[in-house]
C-alpha cells in the first residue's frame, strides 16, 4: 500500500456537508460524482496531500443509507492507494482478511476499488484504490 488515498465520511446531505466542510478546510470540495452502482453521490476536498470523500445515498437501501442508520453520520471507511489491486486483494485475503469483491468494480474519482470487511480489520471498513489508466 502507498498511502492513505482518501477518508469516506457518510453524511445524510451532500449540499449541507459541502457548506459544512467548505467552512472547515476554507476551501470548496473540488469534485461531485454519483456512482450509481453503489447508490451514491460523493463530494472530494483537498486537505494538503489528503483527500475527503462526503458519501450522500440516493437510494433507501444503499450500503451508506444502511450506514447511516445503524451508525448514524461519520466516518465511513478509509482507503488506500495501492498499485496492483488484484495482487493487494491475493495477498489479503492469504493474510487472513475478508475481501468482500474479489474483482475490483468501478468507483468514484477514476478508481478501481474493492473492500476488506471490518469484522477483519478491528472494525474498520478499509478499501482500496487503484487508479484506472486509460
Known sequence: MNKIE????????????NDL????????????????SEGVNTSFFKVGSNKIELLEATKEDSPIAKFIEKKGEG????????DDIEAEIKRLTKAGFKVLNQTP?????NKLVAFLHPKSSNGVLIELCQEIKD
Open 75 to 82: 466516518i465511513h471507511h478509509i482507503a488506500f492507494d495501492v
Open 6 to 17: 482518501h477518508i469516506g465520511i457518510a453524511v445524510k446531505n451532500l449540499e449541507k456537508s
Open 21 to 36: 466542510f467548505a467552512k472547515l478546510f476554507g476551501e470548496p470540495h473540488y469534485k461531485t460524482e454519483e456512482v450509481a
Open 105 to 109: 468494480k468501478k468507483g468514484a474519482d
